[in-house]
């Protein structure tokens, strides 16, 4: 269990691509099913919006958890620390519960954007800090460059992408992982094991994929608009799926089904 997500049972809310009032209506339900963490990026344009939605709420500070990510075009002495400071502004805090990278440079350069992110924490811009879509190899990296906990590395993660490798990565180098895309945009609802498993639980076809993340060791991160599906993806932590059931949903992993490319992402990593 990622112990800083311990709080926020092991559940994040995720923002993107909301913005305005659709964002303001899901933060609102997602506070309201219990959804404490929330996520967002430079890169989402949404910050400001995310801000004043967290703002809305209610929920104290010290209650909340909120993740940004910088953008890769911000990985630069002369623009990292203050692309932060912007999205504090935005997110109207003075620091940032995790702040990570969002890409690793183009060619997989990552020792210099991980040590400005060092310096956002020594600077106490964020409370703790991470990375996303890392490969194995650059976790092994990160956890020799950067002198502090790194406490997430949030990648793409369903039951149709096998990521053995980077489970594997985590466990050695102690950095959990976060998923995104965590029903793969839709893509699992096409396979009956999870309707047939949802049956045979009481539960949603969605539900049996976010209960397979977390038990896989995986911190759950989520996007609705519907409130009812909000609610839903929050409830997953009253049953367990059964280690036969884990497997049987495991072996759709051999599908590679990857939704994030280098086609749409130029900053893609090599995974292989």
């Given at each position: 269990m990622n112990i800083l997500f311990q709080n926020t049972h092991q559940r994040v809310f995720g923002t993107y691509p909301l913005r305005g009032a659709a964002l303001a209506d899901a933060v609102t339900a997602a506070?309201?099913?219990?959804?404490?963490?929330?996520?967002?990026a430079q890169m989402y344009e949404n910050e400001a919006d995310t801000g004043a939605a967290l703002a809305a709420t209610g929920l104290a500070r010290e209650d909340l958890c909120i993740i940004t990510k910088v953008h890769p075009d911000n990985y630069s002495e002369d623009r990292f620390i203050a692309s932060v400071e912007e999205s504090l502004l935005k997110l109207r805090v003075e620091e940032v519960d995790v702040l990570l990278l969002h890409w690793p440079l183009v060619g997989g350069q990552v020792e210099p954007p991980l040590k400005l992110l060092q310096s956002a924490l020594t600077r106490g811009l964020a409370r703790h800090i991470g990375v996303s879509n890392f490969n194995a190899a650059m976790m092994r990296t990160a956890r020799a460059v950067i002198d502090a906990p790194i406490v997430a590395n949030q990648v793409e993660f369903h039951p149709l992408l096998d990521?053995?490798?980077?489970?594997?990565?985590?466990?050695?180098?102690?950095?959990?992982?976060?998923s995104y895309s965590s029903v793969a945009r839709g893509e699992v609802f096409k396979y009956p094991l999870f309707a047939e498993l949802g049956a045979a639980y009481g539960v949603s076809a969605a539900q049996i994929v976010l209960r397979w993340i977390l038990q896989k060791g995986v911190v759950a991160n989520t996007m609705?608009?519907?409130?009812?599906?909000?609610?839903?993806?929050?409830?997953?932590?009253?049953?367990t799926l059964s280690t036969v059931d884990m497997a049987r949903i495991g072996t759709l992993g051999a599908t590679g089904y990857r939704i994030v490319t280098e086609d749409i992402v130029p900053w893609t990593p090599d995974w292989d």
């Amino acid at each position: 269990m990622n112990i800083l997500f311990q709080n926020t049972h092991q559940r994040v809310f995720g923002t993107y691509p909301l913005r305005g009032a659709a964002l303001a209506d899901a933060v609102t339900a997602a506070a309201q099913a219990g959804y404490r963490a929330f996520d967002t990026a430079q890169m989402y344009e949404n910050e400001a919006d995310t801000g004043a939605a967290l703002a809305a709420t209610g929920l104290a500070r010290e209650d909340l958890c909120i993740i940004t990510k910088v953008h890769p075009d911000n990985y630069s002495e002369d623009r990292f620390i203050a692309s932060v400071e912007e999205s504090l502004l935005k997110l109207r805090v003075e620091e940032v519960d995790v702040l990570l990278l969002h890409w690793p440079l183009v060619g997989g350069q990552v020792e210099p954007p991980l040590k400005l992110l060092q310096s956002a924490l020594t600077r106490g811009l964020a409370r703790h800090i991470g990375v996303s879509n890392f490969n194995a190899a650059m976790m092994r990296t990160a956890r020799a460059v950067i002198d502090a906990p790194i406490v997430a590395n949030q990648v793409e993660f369903h039951p149709l992408l096998d990521q053995s490798a980077l489970l594997a990565a985590s466990v050695e180098t102690g950095i959990p992982l976060m998923s995104y895309s965590s029903v793969a945009r839709g893509e699992v609802f096409k396979y009956p094991l999870f309707a047939e498993l949802g049956a045979a639980y009481g539960v949603s076809a969605a539900q049996i994929v976010l209960r397979w993340i977390l038990q896989k060791g995986v911190v759950a991160n989520t996007m609705s608009t519907k409130p009812e599906n909000i609610r839903a993806n929050f409830d997953v932590m009253d049953f367990t799926l059964s280690t036969v059931d884990m497997a049987r949903i495991g072996t759709l992993g051999a599908t590679g089904y990857r939704i994030v490319t280098e086609d749409i992402v130029p900053w893609t990593p090599d995974w292989d």
